[in-house]
């Protein structure tokens, strides 16, 4: 069976990629390959992250990998937070000022537009992909729900009434930015 290895400390993540791949590809955590580096995020778009995390692997440990990134786009600040939505108040990554800064920032703005973009950057022999997945929507005026993490409570997708947070899980993932762009990849290895 094909191995790849999905760059991502994160075993939510991994579980659920194991879950949609399972019996057709192997994918390997950065622990399964002794791989306990601390990877640099440095670039400035979301494409630069992923490719960064991706080359690591590929270049120092010989293995086909992909890896992911995510941000929260804001029209109205132009593109914020971004690339840097997991420490948009702070380096200590958390949730609540993070959406308590957002608000702050939206203040008084009747321009809400926004959306979550995923970019998945896979590397396999010596080809590089960048696949994406974008969900659309708009900040609500505060939070409302308790499920999900990180911006869920205040991000309601188009067509909907409810936010990602008074969503389920599966209804989440079924129209979600990680769930597009993981279904591209699934698609790529015609899964
Ligand atoms: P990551 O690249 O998946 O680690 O995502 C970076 C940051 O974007 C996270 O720390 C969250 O703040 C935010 N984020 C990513 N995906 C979601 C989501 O599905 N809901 C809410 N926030 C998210």
Redesign the pocket.
Known sequence: MKKIVFATN?LHKLEELRKLTEGKIEILSLKDINCNDDIPETADTLEGNALIKARWVKERYGYDCFA?????EVDALDGAPGVY??RYAGDN?D?EA?MRLLLANLEGKSDRRAR?RTVIALIEGCEEHIMDGVVEGEITLAPSGEN?????PV?RPEGFEET?AEMGADQKNKI???GRAVAKLTDYFSL
Do not use: E
Request: hydrophobic letters at 25%.
């Open positions: 994160n992911d990134d995510t941000g929260l939505s997991a990554h949730s993070n979550f999900g993490f990180g911006y869920d991000f990602f979600s930015h990680r």
